[in-house]
């Protein structure tokens, strides 16, 4: 039995929770301590200071004795333990039952703690071969996985390469038909120019032929033609030039990405054939947590997935876009060649129609040169006509101015009268008749004068016509450029 107010010893018993400001318990078992005995609180004179309290609790009873808890009723607490001197009876603190107790007490919790301890050696035996053969199963397993990364990122990178050397193939390609579209379109220059240089030559033409033709007509669609085709190639060479930056800039994801996967496979390379006696290995305390990753297998995967994708839909379009312009090239070389060819035919016909109609009119002019010549014959028969009935005029207006002198009676009007003003008359209108056919040759002789000039007029059109059909304009059009030069080969 020991004295009131001594420390009682603690036994590993039960597990109990730490207050968060001790330290946590080294050992897969938490200790704690549990008094055993009963606790009489003291007077303030007969406390312990030099007691420790940090790991204990005390339990307070009242005592179980009715006498003394009667006689100490309504007293102060420091008169409630007399002194041993004042004592004048024997009073028994502990019973021999008390005494047992306690031994067999300290007995048991001694055995508990054995036990304790024993099953605590057994335990922490057993944790270190499982946490052993747990680290190295971990260690393979994260080798495993290492290795399983390492073959992705392999898998991934020869993916990448090979869209990478499609993907150059595929830039370098468009580039040659880039540059093919770019010498075809400045060979359009020339034939162009011819087209519109025709038509300036046409418009100096005279008179009546400035007609607005066939020729001109096809010359005009030529232009138009031309034009088309310089548009469209103009178009599709600038898809041509976006598409080259779409294509270079995948390229350019693709090889960041290529750069990365090269590295990474080279460090997760070194990580996987790194082991427990490798060189270079060494502690890193906080590393495990720093989280410096930005993504997870499926984003990582989906990312390389994307570049992929992207550059294969890139050079899809780029494929289709080099097709686009091959069909391209040859559509506007085909269309510009047979509307070259249905001028030529334009400016043949025509030339034909104005050789045959310089022919005619020169024929005409023949014709109406030889009427003039017998026009102007006919004029001086018709005024010799003229003068020849003069002395006939005379000689019957003599007669009848004769014969009014007659005296008397002799002015009769008999036959000879009457014949006479009848001839006089006749001769009268044999004069006006024939004046008015002079006048009528006159007339028709203006008119063959008129018509040869317009003839003369016209067949000098006809000539400057055929002139600059014939000879500037289709001189000219002999230096159009061939199919290979239109299509961008040379």
């Not at 001109?216 to 600038?238: A, G, H, W």
């Not at 082991?275 to 290995?281: A, E, F, H, L, V």
């Not at 006939?392 to 009676?409: C, G, H, M, S």
Request: with cysteine.
């Amino acid at each position: 039995m020991e004295l009131v107010g001594s420390p009682l010893t603690a036994t590993y018993a039960h597990p109990r929770s730490t207050p968060t400001k001790f330290l946590p318990a080294i050992s897969t078992m938490a200790s704690s301590y549990k008094n055993r005995f009963p606790y009489h609180p003291l007077p303030q004179s007969f406390s312990l200071p030099w007691i420790p309290s940090a790991y204990y609790k005390a339990a307070a009873i009242n005592p179980t004795l009715a006498p003394f808890s009667k006689s100490s009723q309504g007293l102060t607490p420091s008169k409630m333990l007399p002194s041993v001197s004042n004592r004048r009876t024997l009073f028994t603190r502990y019973t021999p039952d008390d005494w047992y107790r306690s031994n067999l007490t300290n007995y048991k919790e001694s055995e508990t703690s054995w036990h304790n301890a024993e099953r605590l050696r057994v335990d922490t035996s057993r944790m270190i071969q499982d946490k052993y053969q747990q680290t190295k199963k971990t260690q393979v397993e994260s080798t495993k996985n290492l290795g399983e990364r390492v073959n992705d990122i392999e898998f991934w990178r020869s993916e990448l390469c090979h869209e990478l050397d499609e993907m150059i193939g595929e830039t370098n390609a468009l580039t040659d038909v880039k540059k093919r579209l770019e010498r075809a379109l400045a060979k359009t220059e020339a034939p162009l120019q011819v087209a519109q240089e025709c038509l300036l030559h046409r418009e100096k033409r005279m008179g009546i032929d400035l007609v607005h033709d066939d020729v001109e007509k096809q010359l005009f669609t030529e232009v138009d033609v031309i034009r088309s085709c310089q548009e469209k190639m103009q178009q599709y060479l600038e898809k041509a030039k976006a598409q080259l930056v779409s294509n270079r800039a995948a390229q350019h994801e693709l090889e960041r990405d290529l750069a990365n996967k090269q590295a990474a496979h080279r460090i997760d390379d070194k990580c996987h054939h790194l082991r427990n006696t490798s060189d270079g290995i060494s502690y890193y305390r906080g590393v495990e947590q720093v989280d410096a990753t930005i993504s997870v297998p499926e984003s990582w995967a989906k990312f390389t997935d994307s570049n992929i994708l992207c550059s294969q839909s890139e050079r899809v379009a780029s494929a289709k876009l080099r097709d686009n312009i091959e069909n391209l090239l040859v559509v506007t070389a085909n269309k510009m060649w047979r509307q070259f060819n249905r001028v030529n035919i334009a400016f043949t016909n025509r030339i034909a129609e104005t050789a045959d109609a310089k022919s005619k009119i020169q024929t005409h002019l023949a014709k109406t040169l030889q009427e003039i010549f017998q026009i102007e014959m006919n004029i001086e028969d018709i005024r010799k006509a003229i003068r020849d009935k003069g002395p006939p005029l005379k000689v019957a207006q003599t007669r009848l101015d004769e014969r009014t002198r007659r005296p008397n009676v002799e002015l009769c009007r008999d036959t000879a009268q009457l014949r006479l003003v009848n001839e006089v008359y006749e001769i009268d209108e044999t004069i006006q008749s024939l004046h008015q056919r002079l006048r009528d040759a006159e007339g028709a002789l203006q008119m063959l004068v008129r018509a040869k000039s317009v003839l003369e007029h016209d067949l000098a059109i006809k000539a400057n016509s055929l002139f600059i059909d014939q000879e500037k304009c289709m001189g000219m059009r002999k230096t159009f450029p061939s199919t290979v030069r239109l299509v961008g080969y040379i």
